[in-house]
């Protein structure tokens, strides 16, 4: 881009500020998932009679597309604005997950979608990185004040995650709560909760994971056919590892693969184990590479950040991003028991790509380099 330093319009502050290399990571993963669907989409929709085999290709493009656009007119807004749409998003994300539990449709014994013309919605995938940045922001604003304004602060947040958590174990959808948990505590954790609150939670969520298992039917399964493969239905995670056999290092070429003609979630939650047999173990490792990169150099760019909403808006956006990645690839490798989780940017979904993008926008926009007045009227412009 031909743009002066010297250029003061909002392009060109955007471009000499933003992170552009972990800009670049996203837009490469936003292709390998457009390459990805070329490579699986087209068997799934001829096994399940779509109108085309082009089917997906044709959505995922679209979904592609509005993300890319989404991702940059949300990097471009300064953090009191992040702020504002994310705690916009959350109050909407929130009123609309519950509402799954009366109008939702059920899919796969999970009642988490809402029908909308053309596609279901899940908004529970919204409420991820806007509940992110909303925490960060009730956390952030009481380091400092007194002791009631900060019970009061630790409250609200607290408040916040426990009403998520009754809506998302009544769905049930247990994956995206244990990622909502874990993002949420982390970000408690470096807001200054002390150890002995620390240990506390750990073993509340040790205690929540063994009544999880008692009582829900579909998690004592998943984790009774991972402990015994012997015990259920194991067919998806032994196909995905037999599709990573056949891949070897370099891979059966793009388009040769056999897997993905039976693998019903080969082009969704299963896509990583099409790219392990067509594009080989070399491939796989360079995403998995990827993926680290954009979440360890967004953690190093915050390194010399004083703003504390920044800092904990940032770590929860980059834990989630990263842990959403690593349960679906751990699960297709047959590593943790399976969950229904896309992989960011690469697996097929509407919601899930677009919601990524939102955090990743978020992400972007936080990071962008800030000097002078405008670093100096930072912590000012947030809380505003």
């Given at each position: 881009?031909?743009?002066?330093?010297?250029?003061?319009?909002?392009?060109?502050?955007?471009?000499?500020?933003?992170?552009?290399?972990?800009?670049?990571?996203?837009?490469?993963?936003m292709g390998f998932g457009y390459v990805m669907m070329l490579a699986a989409s087209p068997a799934v929709a001829e096994r399940?009679?779509?109108?085309?085999?082009?089917?997906?290709?044709?959505?995922?493009?679209?979904?592609l597309a509005l993300s890319a656009a989404v991702m940059m007119c949300v990097s471009i807004l300064s953090p009191r604005q992040?702020?504002?749409?994310?705690?916009?998003?959350?109050?909407?994300?929130?009123?609309?997950?519950?509402?799954?539990?009366?109008?939702?449709?059920?899919?796969?014994?999970?009642?988490?979608?809402?029908?909308?013309?053309?596609?279901?919605?899940?908004?529970?995938?919204?409420?991820?990185?806007?509940?992110?940045?909303?925490?960060?922001?009730?956390?952030?604003?009481?380091?400092?004040?007194?002791?009631?304004?900060?019970?009061?602060?630790?409250?609200?947040?607290?408040?916040?995650?426990?009403?998520?958590?009754?809506?998302?174990?009544?769905?049930?959808?247990?994956?995206?709560?244990?990622?909502?948990?874990?993002?949420?505590?982390?970000?408690?954790?470096?807001?200054?909760?002390?150890?002995?609150?620390?240990?506390?939670?750990?073993?509340?969520?040790?205690?929540?994971?063994?009544?999880?298992?008692?009582?829900?039917?579909?998690v004592r399964s998943r984790v009774e056919r991972f402990m015994d493969p012997a015990a259920g239905d194991n067919y998806q995670?032994?196909?995905?590892?037999?599709?990573?056999?056949?891949?070897?290092?370099?891979?059966?070429?793009?388009?040769?693969?056999?897997?993905?003609?039976?693998?019903?979630?080969?082009?969704?939650?299963?896509?990583?184990?099409?790219?392990?047999?067509?594009?080989?173990?070399?491939?796989?490792?360079?995403?998995?590479?990827?993926?680290?990169?954009?979440?360890?150099?967004?953690?190093?760019?915050?390194?010399?950040?004083?703003?504390?909403?920044?800092?904990?808006?940032?770590?929860?956006?980059?834990?989630?991003?990263?842990?959403?990645?690593?349960?679906?690839?751990?699960?297709?490798?047959?590593?943790?028991?399976?969950?229904?989780?896309?992989?960011?940017?690469?697996?097929?979904?509407?919601?899930?790509?677009?919601?990524?993008?939102?955090?990743?926008?978020?992400?972007?926009?936080?990071?962008?380099?800030?000097?002078?007045?405008?670093?100096?009227?930072?912590?000012?412009?947030?809380?505003?």
């Amino acid at each position: 881009m031909a743009l002066s330093r010297a250029d003061s319009s909002v392009l060109g502050r955007w471009w000499w500020t933003i992170d552009r290399w972990t800009l670049a990571a996203l837009l490469t993963l936003m292709g390998f998932g457009y390459v990805m669907m070329l490579a699986a989409s087209p068997a799934v929709a001829e096994r399940i009679g779509a109108s085309s085999r082009n089917f997906f290709i044709i959505r995922q493009v679209g979904y592609l597309a509005l993300s890319a656009a989404v991702m940059m007119c949300v990097s471009i807004l300064s953090p009191r604005q992040v702020l504002r749409l994310a705690l916009l998003g959350f109050a909407a994300g929130l009123v609309l997950t519950a509402a799954t539990l009366v109008v939702g449709v059920e899919i796969k014994g999970g009642r988490r979608w809402l029908p909308i013309p053309g596609m279901s919605l899940q908004p529970s995938e919204f409420l991820k990185p806007c509940f992110a940045v909303a925490a960060a922001w009730l956390l952030s604003e009481v380091r400092g004040s007194g002791p009631i304004s900060r019970w009061a602060g630790w409250a609200a947040a607290v408040g916040c995650y426990a009403f998520i958590a009754l809506i998302l174990k009544s769905q049930p959808d247990i994956g995206m709560l244990l990622v909502i948990s874990v993002v949420f505590f982390t970000q408690a954790f470096i807001n200054g909760l002390p150890v002995v609150a620390v240990g506390g939670v750990a073993g509340l969520g040790a205690l929540a994971g063994v009544g999880a298992y008692l009582t829900l039917p579909h998690v004592r399964s998943r984790v009774e056919r991972f402990m015994d493969p012997a015990a259920g239905d194991n067919y998806q995670v032994n196909v995905a590892l037999e599709a990573f056999g056949n891949g070897g290092l370099m891979g059966v070429g793009p388009g040769e693969g056999r897997i993905k003609n039976v693998l019903p979630d080969a082009h969704a939650d299963f896509v990583f184990a099409v790219m392990g047999e067509e594009f080989g173990a070399i491939v796989c490792a360079a995403i998995i590479a990827l993926f680290i990169f954009i979440v360890v150099r967004g953690l190093i760019r915050l390194l010399a950040e004083t703003d504390m909403f920044i800092v904990l808006a940032v770590t929860g956006l980059l834990t989630q991003f990263g842990l959403q990645a690593f349960v679906n690839m751990a699960s297709t490798l047959h590593l943790i028991p399976t969950k229904g989780m896309t992989l960011p940017f690469v697996s097929y979904g509407g919601s899930s790509v677009v919601a990524i993008a939102l955090g990743m926008g978020f992400l972007l926009a936080l990071t962008r380099r800030r000097t002078g007045r405008n670093a100096e009227g930072r912590h000012a412009e947030v809380g505003a």
